[in-house]
């Protein structure tokens, strides 16, 4: 069925003209979320930081894709022109587009609309939006991008990325890739080519980062990859292709897969596995284990039963090490005969294997759980290593096709755990006479921090085993998975004086069998943090009122819609019961906070924390370090702060007509302010009017100092 699909939308696919090589789409309704370019490929270099893979995508700085290399070559090839080539190469980049790579197609449906978000009249989501070319509600998936680009080998290349938002498949991408020998070399409708294509390898090979903030932690060219190690699982997939994964036997290694995890780096005097936050608390900041699992691959054009046989080639290679093709001239022949054979499962330079190469690298279990020789120092290519994966050899009539299926997925310890293991492990390694006990995963004791550490980090790898299996799970089930009830359409965040107030219109879904309710979870201080659940309600209920809310601290939210389970009782996609729609269409971004009537007396007015003390910023603010609140202030007013010696450092202006505003202790200069007295001038700039009496309280131009101390 999905064979059957996938061709038709790559028929009307090839009806689009010609796109911008820079166009992108963007997925944000998963915890992963990441961009796709139309050239066929992506690399993540964004002129400031390595870009995309974020997961989970709750917190900053969580980036894991370094880049993806995608070459395709075929034997004995007759260009256009009627040169012949012995080996022809493409590689996928973006200086190649015009040249050897045409992209024509880049578009994006939905499942549904993306739900409208205000906080306090503000629509939160217009910004930062989803770009989407079509709503599908007969699509399973919440998202599919389609990417089809054409070849100067007459081999176009139709991708389809599936995106799901249901919690037990939120965290990996399916993958679709038909290519077809269509003959077209260029951007028009003209067919150049109707020869057969014979001996076709396809590849890739991918880098991670394995996480953006852990790079800025172990350092030393770990943004691009530098000690990222790889491993591969399912060498005997032959013996175990017909077996089951489901409930009863969930995490399985006998999956077609490579991943990656951060490595030691030999810069660092300290265990790095993990990325702990050792100027910090601890936290591990680089739990993730990334990489691609393979779920289908057709055996021929017309046998398009899953061949157990291929990838050709799954290991890892070393990531700047490749032959450079692209030119389409002559002299690049070599270099495409290079191509051809490191597709064809030969490494190029040698630099690669098909071992584990963690295993290979560093022996015996305790060594393995230290952890501390630094893969650098073993593939010596100062870009890293790639999970590299190829296929082939096909061969395609003019017409045929070819379709090759995998997931791409993250998974590792939760933020929660991250915090809990990081800070054990701070503890003791600032304390060397900590010895324990340590507890690990299986309950069991050690007295080495190192290995307690690396113990835990180390369940990543089940742990991204488990969703490559939901991932084939999916697949096999025609990516039908029980699905979650749509979210409500609209959520609305109101700030007030005494409470918080929440409303939002119904779930589409809310007609529909098993449909349960409504739940409201909350944080406080950052929107990067735990969520609380604090409301949980019937289906014809859509408002509740926050009562509990502190003055001066700031609050976020998100609103799912959920199901009694009804529809999820087989174990077959993943864990039975009840499934909630995702908190990333609702999730706000901007705080809402208590807003107290505005003062009506200059005198009264306070500003909190005074003095403010950066040592005592926990018991402030929670997750506002920074905060300073200006109290009882007059509800239309500009605060004007200066230095003790007269320098006016900032300027707000406050018009909400509340009696509070808060400023990040920044300057206009974009800088944090250091240790002294400062003064604030707040001046009314409207007059205030008694509404009952009509008694004038604040004549315009009515303004006081009040002093503050801040401590650094």
Wanted: proline residues 5%.
């Amino acid at each position: 069925m999905i064979k059957l699909y996938h061709v038709s939308i790559l028929m009307i696919g090839f009806a689009f003209g010609q796109v911008a090589e820079t166009e992108t789409r963007y997925v944000k309704v998963s915890s992963l979320q990441s961009h796709f370019s139309a050239y066929g490929s992506e690399r993540a270099w964004n002129n400031s930081y390595y870009e995309g893979l974020r997961w989970p995508a709750d917190y900053p700085y969580q980036d894991n894709s370094v880049i993806k290399r995608t070459w395709i070559a075929a034997e004995n090839f007759e260009d256009a022109t009627g040169y012949d080539w012995g080996h022809y190469g493409i590689y996928f980049a973006l200086d190649y587009v015009g040249l050897s790579l045409f992209p024509m197609e880049l578009t994006q449906s939905a499942k549904f609309n993306i739900p409208t978000v205000y906080v306090d009249g503000r629509d939160i989501h217009a910004v930062n939006a989803d770009e989407i070319d079509e709503i599908n509600p007969d699509q399973i998936a919440d998202r599919i991008i389609t990417n089809v680009v054409n070849t100067s080998m007459g081999l176009t290349m139709t991708r389809k990325i599936y995106v799901f938002s249901q919690q037990y498949h939120d965290n990996y991408f399916i993958k679709e890739f038909t290519f077809t020998n269509t003959g077209n070399t260029d951007w028009d409708d003209e067919i150049e080519l109707n020869a057969p294509l014979n001996g076709i390898r396809i590849g890739w090979g991918t880098r991670y980062s394995c996480g953006r903030e852990g790079t800025l932690n172990i350092g030393d060219g770990q943004s691009w990859g530098k000690h990222s190690w790889v491993t591969v699982r399912g060498e005997n997939y032959t013996e175990h292709m017909n077996d089951v994964v489901d409930e009863s036997n969930p995490i399985v290694d006998w999956l077609r897969s490579g991943f990656s995890w951060a490595g030691q780096s030999h810069v660092n005097g300290y265990n790095n596995i993990g990325a702990p936050d050792i100027r910090g608390n601890g936290r591990l900041t680089s739990p993730h284990h990334v990489g691609s699992v393979v779920l289908h691959v057709d055996k021929t054009a017309n046998d398009t039963t899953d061949d157990p046989e291929q990838p050709a080639f799954l290991g890892w290679h070393a990531g700047d090490t490749y032959p450079k093709v692209g030119n389409l001239q002559s002299t690049d022949e070599l270099n495409m005969s290079k191509v051809y054979n490191m597709l064809s499962g030969n490494p190029h330079e040698g630099l690669g294997g098909t071992d584990r190469f963690d295993e290979t690298t560093l022996g015996e279990e305790n060594d393995y759980l230290i952890h501390s020789s630094d893969p650098y120092t073993s593939h010596n290519d100062g870009g890293g290593t790639n999970v590299m994966m190829t296929y082939g050899p096909f061969d395609l009539a003019h017409g045929e096709s070819i379709t090759i299926v995998e997931a791409e997925g993250i998974n590792g310890l939760s933020r929660k755990m991250c915090e809990i293991i990081g800070s054990r492990w701070k503890q003791a390694y600032d304390n060397s006479s900590d010895n324990g006990p340590f507890i690990l995963p299986d309950g069991s004791e050690t007295t080495d921090k190192t290995i307690y550490k690396n113990s835990w980090v180390f369940t990543g790898k089940d742990s991204l085993l488990l969703t490559f299996g939901r991932a084939k799970r999916n697949y096999d089930l025609n990516m039908e998975i029980p699905q979650p009830p749509l979210p409500p359409t609209l959520f609305d965040v109101k700030s007030g004086g005494d409470r918080i107030y929440l409303s939002w219109e119904p779930s589409p879904s809310e007609n529909e069998f098993g449909f349960a309710g409504y739940k409201i979870f909350r944080s406080v201080g950052k929107s990067d943090t735990t969520y609380e659940e604090i409301y949980n309600g019937s289906p014809d209920v859509y408002s509740f009122d926050d009562l509990t809310p502190i003055r001066g601290f700031s609050y976020y939210y998100y609103l799912v819609a959920y199901n009694d389970g009804s529809n999820n009782t087989s174990g077959l996609a993943n864990p039975t019961g009840p499934l909630m729609s995702s908190r990333f269409y609702t999730k706000t971004t901007t705080p809402a906070f208590l807003r107290r009537k505005a003062g009506n007396h200059l005198d009264e007015i306070r500003i909190v924390p005074n003095p403010f003390h950066i040592g005592a910023s926990r018991l402030q603010y929670p997750g506002e370090k920074n905060k300073i609140m200006f109290l009882n202030i007059p509800p239309q007013c500009k605060i004007k702060i200066y230095t003790e010696r007269g320098d006016l450092i900032k300027i707000i202006n406050h018009n909400d007509g509340s009696g509070d505003e808060t400023w990040d202790s920044v300057t206009s200069t974009r800088q944090i302010v250091i240790s002294g007295i400062y003064l604030a001038n707040i001046k009314v700039t409207e007059k205030m009017i008694d509404e009952n009496t009509g008694e004038v309280l604040l004549q315009k131009g009515e303004s006081i100092i009040k002093k503050f101390v801040v401590i650094r």
